[in-house]
């Protein structure tokens, strides 16, 4: 096919795509005889334009297979390097709308994945990773000369590979599954060629940021520890990460660094980063900290629960609800305060039932039946002192997400332990895996009343874990998320044993806060 010249002087998709069918009509009308292969070309950039034209499907899932299959096409046909760039823009922005009306519903998936669910994230991931090898593979190839005034700015064309990878992984964490297998690599490498042409801190105009600035947010997103939060918590990451993720800053080779929020990741490996406290950086890697992020989280968190209201501190809405607030105190943990793991772990490979939810939980001790219909039965793979892994065999786990409270009955014993859901990940429809960190070994189960301003009295079920000193020298109350806060009111613990037992305690500490649970420690209040 010749080459050419195409003059398109107005941007947007609307003027690329009249300039090149304009383009083609012209050449598929020349009476200039053509070889095979450029006929088929014409005719695959003719199909693929006449496929833009039509309106959008209705389900978004729709258009997977026609973008696919079109950008596919596009990959075979032998034309000239700036007609391919302007069909690639063309249909990246019909993939990249598509893409934007698949995430909200992506980010509900319960777990595990409906075939249904699991076949759209697998054609919207493989559209991800299509347009950016397609970027990555076209990077720089355009002649200046030919097409002056027209050639796509290199730092957008990364921007895009980047953008691409990008929601590939944070696809990936809403419905807890493991990268696929060359992802952090291609964005390793897409990295790399910025910083290697110079280009990663330009901004790139109307797209928000520069490469760089894309590439650290999908690193802090990973530095977060994402499958230990709900789908909803991840949002607010990466509203966050937006927002302030210019606060973590690359360390210059060969700088020295402090501080515990210390990240490096290697990049000739297909690997997310790792903590440097968990593993030293090794010479050569790219180092990042995380230290003044977190401290500005914990900042903004002190300042919401002084009062501040979240656009005053420049928050997302959903920073000021008690779920948002837990989020970001985890957030600013596992930013800046990583640590080492405390226990190492034994595999083993036995098994135990696991009831779900505080309400579920608390018939359990209340009732002291097994609740049959309610239980799910799993494989413990590995434990420490302070935890298990387990994996699904059977049982319904449709409500089951990182942060819920579960008891947990081994094979091996006979009572059961209460535990919090720390991470899922599910790499398949048939494959679930949960981490857990117990909490006690017993439960008594109450009734929680506390005023709440004007808002009367609130009754909620609630679990009362015994003392575990000197970890936890005071006993432990777990209530659903933002029913009640250290400082407040005196609340009152209806205990339903022989009697009727009344007891009036004062929440001084939370201990842990999930969208699911918080866990507050409680003493009995001296107050008439």
């Not at 934007?100 to 992506?106: A, I, K, Q, S, V």
């Not at 490498?189 to 590439?215: F, H, K, W």
């Amino acid at each position: 096919m010749g080459t050419g010249t195409l003059n398109i002087k107005a941007e947007g998709p609307t003027a690329l795509y009249n300039g090149l069918s304009h383009f083609l009509r012209s050449k598929m009308n020349d009476p200039k005889p053509v070889s095979d292969d450029d006929a088929l070309t014409l005719i695959d950039l003719r199909s693929i334009l006449d496929w833009l034209a039509t309106p959008q499907a209705a389900r978004a899932e729709d258009e997977l297979a026609p973008l696919h299959t079109h950008l596919t096409a596009l990959r075979g046909t032998q034309t000239a390097a700036h007609h391919r760039h302007k069909v690639l823009d063309l249909l990246y922005t019909r993939a990249h709308g598509t893409v934007g009306r698949l995430l909200p519903e992506l980010a509900c998936a319960s777990l595990p994945l409906s075939r249904r669910t699991r076949q759209t994230v697998r054609g919207t991931q493989e559209l991800l990773l299509m347009v950016a090898e397609d970027y990555l593979n076209t990077f720089g190839d355009l002649d200046e000369h030919l097409i002056k005034g027209l050639r796509r700015p290199l730092e957008l064309t990364l921007w895009r590979a980047i953008d691409a990878l990008a929601t590939h992984l944070l696809i990936s964490n809403y419905v807890a599954a493991p990268a696929a297998t060359g992802i952090w690599q291609l964005l390793h490498r897409a990295y790399r060629i910025a910083t290697d042409n110079n280009i990663a801190d330009l901004s790139v105009l109307g797209e928000g940021g520069t490469p760089e600035e894309i590439y650290l947010r999908a690193l802090l997103l990973s530095c977060a520890q994402p499958a230990s939060f709900t789908s909803r918590e991840i949002d607010l990451i990466v509203e966050y990460t937006r927002r302030f993720g210019n606060r973590a800053g690359i360390v210059a080779a060969g700088k020295p660094a402090d501080g515990e929020g210390l990240f490096w990741v290697d990049l000739d490996r297909d690997a997310s980063p790792t903590a440097a406290s968990r593993q030293p950086a090794p010479e050569g890697v790219l180092r990042f900290s995380c230290d003044s992020l977190a401290e500005l989280v914990e900042e903004q968190v002190d300042a919401l629960e002084a009062g501040a209201v979240p656009i005053e501190i420049d928050l997302p809405e959903a920073a000021a609800t008690a779920t948002g607030h837990g989020a970001l105190r985890r957030l600013a943990h596992y930013w800046g305060h990583p640590g080492k793991r405390r226990f190492p772990r034994r595999r083993q490979n036995y098994r135990a039932v696991l009831c779900v939810g505080l309400q579920t939980l608390w018939q359990l001790f209340h009732e002291e039946e097994s609740l049959a219909s309610e239980l799910t039965h799993w494989m413990v793979t590995n434990e420490s002192p302070d935890g298990y892994a387990l994996m699904h065999v059977s049982g319904k786990t449709t409500h089951l997400a990182a942060g819920d409270i579960v008891a947990v009955r081994t094979e091996n014993a006979e009572g059961w332990q209460i535990c919090i859901a720390r991470w899922a990940l599910s790499e398949n429809p048939e494959h679930l895996e949960l981490g857990l960190q117990i909490l006690a070994t017993s439960a008594t189960p109450a009734i929680l009343a506390c005023g709440k301003g004007d808002s009367g009295a609130i009754q909620q079920s609630a679990l009362i874990l015994p003392q575990l000193p000197p970890v936890r020298p005071l006993e432990t109350v777990v209530v659903p998320t933002g029913t009640a806060a250290p400082g407040e009111n005196k609340m009152v613990l209806l205990i339903e044993r022989e009697n009727l037992e009344v007891r009036e305690v004062i929440a001084t500490h939370l201990e842990e806060q999930t969208a699911s649970v918080e866990v507050l420690s409680i003493r009995p209040s001296t107050e008439p």
